[in-house]
DNA sequence: CTTGGAAAGTCAACATCACTGTCCTATCCT
DNA sequence: AGGATAGGACAGTGATGTTGACTTTCCAAG
């Protein structure tokens, strides 16, 4: 039972089981181009003493501003305390807006502020030109390839989060005024 | 220059360039789909009181035994002495093997040991149980782009390394007497 | 053959980050 | 009023990474 034994439960040899050595070449490519995938946000993020976490949040609270506390944890999928430690550092840096829930008073409504939308579109566009360079070499069928097996790797879960995330939100107007039509549009 | 920003210098207009939107869900499908990717080998890791860095370890000293410490140390791009810490740990714990290089008495060669290739093939079958189901959900053609793109995002001396990484090592002869024809084969 | 530099590896101290556990406040809802 | 929920705070633990200094071994110059 050595890494030579092909003959696995789910290899059973037809055509369309992946061998084991590609497998092991995609596992292997996948933990390569992850560590690129960050490295040019992580560049910047070291300069101001931050993390990838600090990064995660401002690009989620980027993508859906005025999301709370409990909907950011959920798509982190990190602890209440870890979350928090983060979010009191962007948000004493300036970076973060948090505001009392106009629904429900005991949720937090998180936003960018200017400065923190500048820092959120810094990090993303360095990690976007990598991602663009690779989309544009591989062409446009990979690009679909590659999301589709990405999606199949995921759990059902997570994959249903992933899915019924929030479109890009055109305007997203970030918070200024404290008086507003309640949920503004 | 927000988001909607959609005439960047790469974003063209014409039908090869990745749209803003396309590549941001790249992007979180990249961060989703690695959580997931890593999600088995850990909870098989947290039991034992290991880390990530434990599996990367065991997976490239499985890959090419006999490595040196500064091999390893060049495929992980880590420092020295982190590795360091994660490879006394997996030495005193019996899984890999630290043998005085035969060709550099100042090199060290790394192995597994039946216990430590036990533990790599327990955490590796978890991994691989995953990106298999993924490449079998997606098919061969979703596989080859997935792998196009993941090799475009690497950065050229990555990209590299993982090109000639070793083949698979067939008999790959764990150490187990010292004497031997020197360098084997 | 000795000496000194370079390279490989090891050890020790320190920083960062995430997690667990626990307690607390404010607010909602029945 | 009382229980449940959202959020925040603090202490302790562990994994991971870094810099600095040290030992062993190799190699090449004197």
Chains 1, 2 share one sequence.
Do not use: W
């Not at 040899?13 to 497998?23: H, I, N, R």
């Not at 430690?85 to 936003?111: F, K, N, P, T, W």
């Amino acid at each position: 039972m050595q890494h030579h034994a092909a003959r696995n439960a789910t290899d059973t040899g037809c055509g369309s089981a992946a061998s084991d050595e590609q497998v092991r070449r995609g596992i292997e490519a996948m933990y390569f181009a992850y560590r690129a995938f960050t490295s040019d946000p992580d560049l910047i993020l070291d300069q101001i003493g931050y993390g990838r976490a600090h990064h995660r949040t401002l690009h989620f609270i980027n993508r859906d501003p005025g999301l709370t506390v409990t909907a950011l944890l959920a798509v982190l999928g990190v602890t209440k305390q870890s979350l928090n430690r983060v979010l009191r550092a962007l948000i004493e840096d300036g970076l973060v807006d948090s505001r009392i829930g106009s629904r429900d008073r005991r949720e937090r409504q998180l936003y960018l502020t200017d400065k923190g939308a500048a820092l959120e579109r810094r990090l993303s566009q360095a990690q976007r030109a990598r991602v663009r360079a690779a989309y544009h070499a591989a062409g446009p069928q990979a690009v679909e390839g590659f999301r589709l097996v990405l999606e199949a790797m995921m759990d059902a879960e997570m994959l249903d989060r992933f899915r019924t995330l929030p479109p890009p939100h055109p305007p997203a107007a970030p918070p200024s005024m404290a008086s507003r039509t309640e949920a503004a549009e």
